[in-house]
């Protein structure tokens, strides 16, 4: 069915009944789906590594030969800073004894002492089912804080607090995001539209195109094998927010132009959904593509974004594209009051700047100096890409979280007391022939701080070998330690061994996420470059194009590292910069996306010039206000208490208002007039002389300001 075709279908006097009918059904159907969401979500891929990393492979085979209970390990810190007293011992020793009830087999091993004699530690796995795990840390924490000596510091680390510090710090932030979201878009949509009815109804179909993508989700994560965490589906909510609201003013902008050239609103509905479709469709086609290019990614929390957002701009282009037209003709022309678009039959000489004033003057700005704006542009955005040095890349473990926890707290301490690898050592399974071979080589080894005495497995195959580092775990110098030790121990006849632990971990998560921005970065690329070939079916557009949008992001990143760095944020989790690459490219062309089709289609009318100056002016607005607020949607992230959360928030936002402001106002414009109609190469429109111009003035696209 061609677009002309669904656009009366859907707007039609009596076909907008059924198709608010049928939307009525779907949503009742997908409401408790949706809900479901979060049951089904997998939080154990935000941590995991491809089966190929040797860290992988090494926990496999120490899994496989040492098996274990699936425990949580506690590990409860005191310290002292002028001293352990008997005091402080004795409330370790009661400690013990009552932690006693929560450990495997009721056995805590005893206290180790530091060397300092200032700080001691309890480290033991807990008993029972997760639920249980769980309640038994809240009784741990609660123990160890009771009854401390005054001066004794105390603190819950180990996977155990950690677990227990996620769990709060995420408790009810779902429901944060989402209202933080909705509150910003809604204070925008009333600014945008000083309607008191107008603003709900497009923040209302993406409410319902977001319950319909997290059914589908959950339908697929359930049966089909999509793997979601907290993270994409708190990106699903974000994205369907921002992304329905920019097809919203899309099509509401073009309807407003088309009730005041047509009585009949259905009539001028139908219109504007022809005329808004292709573009929405190309801006669908182009975020949904990138996001499937994540399919390419090894990295497992990578690659499941891309499905679960590419679900989300599927659901958010149908409900645009259908309910809201639907809504909007049911309620008619007195759902903009105060600002209600009267049909004006005489619309000949009609004067656009007199509805564009501001970007009226942008143009012409733009259109006397097109060459001095576009370098000018160009300048600017590479200033701010100057900003990039104060990023870096890999975010250690005690700064995950934007404020302070217990479990962060412990690891300080017992850092300050013991060597930097002490609570996470790297691990070494390898050939059981071999093992006093190995612990020499291991003790050979630049950085090693310490080695373990070999653990046999059950079999008699295998044994297990912890080598402290001297190093922070997270560092760069740990990490080096552990590739020296991989080299030494591969060079010992035999071994088979494998490197497995924390920093052995992020060693290989460094490297997975360099291949996969190596590999799927260039691939967005193309496929955002081969959409935009079809749509404007030229190609020295494209190239132009593509070439902003690198350019944008770069800038993107300097701009958002000088706020990062004031925020004391600037070390960016690994997947950060394809994951940001990704929403920058295929999001912040969106705007240029609308803004070309629009000059695209003046063109052929107006000629070059004129057609490309005429665009800007009635798209400003409009778009303007679509990239303010997927910004805000955006930047709403910062709630979260995850820095890689406030990080991607930062970026993005920062991002899209330097398209929407810079690039799609005044660089992309500029150096379509310098380029000249050659822009359109080898499309007909670079080579076709235009048309003698029409009197008819069209009514501008756009919202009241």
Known sequence: MSRHRLAGVITGRRAKFATLALWVVVAGLVGPLALKLTEVQDNDSLGALPVSAEASRAAERAEAAFPEPDALVAVAVYAREAGLTDADRSKVAADRTAFARYAVDGIVPPELPSDDGRALLLSFPLAGTDEAQSAAVGEIRDRLADGVPAGLRTALTGSAGAEEDLFDAFGGMDVTLLFATIGAVALLLLITYRSPVLWLIPLLTAGVASQVASAVVYLLAEYGGLTVDFQSQNILTVLVLGVGVDYALLIVARYREELRRHEDRHEAMALALRRSFPAMCASAATVGAGLLCLLAADLPSTRGLGPVGAVGIAATLVAMATLLPAVLVLFGRWVFWPFVPRHTVDRVGHDVAADHPGWARVARFVGRRPGTTWIGSTVALGVLVLGIGNLSIGLPGDEFFTREVGSVTGQRMVEAHWPAGTLAPAEIVAAAGSAEQVVQAARGVDGVAEVGPPERSADGRWVRIPAVLADDPSTGAAKESVDRLRTALRAVPGADPLVGGETAYQLDTDRVTARDDRVVMPLILIVVFLVLVLLLRALVAPLLLMASVVLSY???????????????????????????????????????????????????????????????????????????????????????????????????????LIDTFLVRSLLIPALALSVGSATWWPGRLARTAPPAPTPVEPVPATVPH
Not at 598 to 611: F, L, P, S
């Open 554 to 656: 770069l800038a993107a990143l300097g701009a958002a590292g000088l706020i990062l760095d004031a925020l004391g944020h600037p070390r960016l989790w690994v997947a950060l910069p394809l994951q940001t690459f990704l929403f920058l490219v295929a999001l912040g062309v969106d705007y240029t996306i609308f803004l070309m089709t629009r000059a695209r289609e003046e063109v052929a009318v107006r000629g070059h010039r004129q057609g490309v100056l005429h665009a800007l002016t009635v798209t400003g607005g409009v778009i303007t206000s679509a990239g303010v607020v997927l910004a805000t949607t955006f930047a709403a992230l910062s709630v979260m208490p995850l820095v890689p959360s406030v990080q991607t928030g930062v970026i993005v936002a920062v991002g899209v």
